[in-house]
């Protein structure tokens, strides 16, 4: 079992890697607050070593939506290069596909993901395609809300495109579901998934490409560093791709590691150990 370092910061770190990408949900906000301290760990790092940050979200809109959000959570703009999202990622891919008739199953506040998309939004049952970014109704609802009209759908065979792999994220204190939940679901039934975002390579190699145009030279993957909160998604995604991971143990899965401003190390080393990953060090929450 790994003994997982925990640092005081990212500046222990930083001398070690030509690139940081950053998670944003767990890491730069909780849904409700945003973590000042951790865009200033960002800013400085850029400040103090010249290199670039590209964050990675698996937030089901074009990256200028996460931009204004950002702001709002008052998230300074020079703590980061550019912004790569599972749903600018998955844009490429419906206007790349040959379906012209979608149904989207979320809210409505993720509609600029079809801006601009050759693609018509439909009724369930005149769809060639389902494209889900989230929930109806995140705060009421769970995945089995949806199992009737997932069968309807599966009965039909149509392709399900997930915009947002994640299960659960945090929402200030509490945790609510996102389209990975049921997308999840109706893989479990049968139907054809196709998942878009963290932990999968397309989104990574997206990332990675971003951040060496940026630097404006080679990067080793050994030199770049992940950051980021979630074990399935984050950590995993990370893990994968060969690249080094700061483990935010605050977030997510705070509940799973003692108080949150002192972790039991020997819990995080445990949970790694059963996800079958590993970290190059953790820290609480991310501060310079």
Not at 4 to 28: H, N, Q
């Amino acid at each position: 079992m790994q003994t997982v370092p925990f640092v005081p910061g990212l500046s222990a770190l930083a001398p070690r890697f030509d690139g940081i990408i950053c998670d944003v949900w767990g890491v730069l906000h909780n849904g409700v607050i945003g973590y000042t301290a951790a865009g200033e760990a960002l800013r400085r790092y850029r400040q103090e070593t010249g290199n670039r940050v590209v964050l990675l979200t698996n937030a089901p809109r074009p990256a200028a939506e996460i931009e204004v959000i950002l702001d709002r959570f008052s998230i300074p703009r020079d703590a980061y290069d550019a912004i790569v999202t599972s749903g600018d990622v998955c844009r490429t891919l419906l206007a790349e596909g040959d379906a012209r008739r979608a149904y989207h199953l979320g809210p409505d506040r993720d509609l600029p993901l079809f801006a601009g998309l050759d693609l018509a939004l439909v009724p369930e049952a005149d769809a060639e395609i389902v494209v889900c970014t989230g929930l109806f109704d995140d705060d009421t609802e769970t995945p089995e809300d949806y199992r009737a009209s997932l069968s309807r759908i599966l009965a039909r065979g149509l392709p399900f495109y997930c915009a947002n792999p994640d299960i659960v994220v945090e929402r200030g204190d509490r945790l609510i579901y996102c389209a990975g939940a049921i997308a999840q679901l109706y893989a479990e039934m049968g139907g054809k998934v196709i998942i878009v975002g963290k932990p999968h390579a397309p989104v990574y190699d997206v990332a990675i490409g971003t951040l060496i145009r940026l630097s404006g030279r080679p990067l080793p993957k050994e030199r770049i560093l992940a950051i980021g909160d979630a074990l399935p998604t984050d950590v995993k995604g990370a893990y994968g791709q060969g690249i080094g991971v700061l483990m935010v143990t605050a977030g997510i899965h705070a509940a799973d590691f003692g108080p949150a401003d002192q972790p039991d190390p020997a819990l995080v080393a445990k949970r790694l150990a059963i996800e079958g990953v590993a970290v190059t060090a953790a820290v609480p929450r991310l501060v310079w």
